[in-house]
């Protein structure tokens, strides 16, 4: 059974930092390309950035290149996502989730196969 389990969300003032992880279990994280997507109240989900299959090479949405860093543990089958100098235009829920295996990289919602729950990442002084 597939599952993405998300942590690490909170409430944090702007200029700061929080990392979030995305834990994967019944697969192995590295043979798929693992995505971060948010959703701020009002909008619809956006893709943020991904890692790819194999080789790892990541991508980023304009709006948090600089900011944001994605990375990949293959021993712990969990990717991480290092958010820093977060702007109060970050809040949103945010989601990992997975594309199936052999797939290329992508920052759109409706190529991926499976989601996690969600945690929430509120950022406000």
């Known amino acids: 059974q597939v599952e993405l389990v998300e942590s690490g969300g909170g409430l944090v003032q702007p200029g700061g930092s929080l990392r979030l992880s995305c834990a994967a279990s019944?697969?192995?994280?590295?043979?798929?390309?693992i995505g971060w997507f948010r959703q701020a109240p009002g909008k619809g989900r956006e893709g943020v950035s991904c890692?790819?299959?194999?080789?790892?090479?990541?991508y980023y949405a304009d709006s948090v290149k600089g900011g944001f860093t994605l990375s990949r543990n293959n021993a712990q089958n969990t990717v991480y996502l290092q958010m820093n100098s977060l702007k109060p235009e970050d809040t949103a829920v945010y989601y990992c989730?997975?594309?199936?295996?052999?797939?290329?990289?992508?920052?759109?919602?409706?190529?991926?196969?499976?989601w996690g729950q969600g945690t929430q990442v509120t950022v406000s002084s």
């Open positions: 989730a997975a594309r199936h295996y052999g797939r290329a990289w992508s920052l759109l919602v409706d190529d991926y196969d499976y």
């Open positions: 019944g697969f192995t994280l590295d043979y798929y390309v």
């Open positions: 890692i790819s299959s194999g080789d790892g090479s990541t």
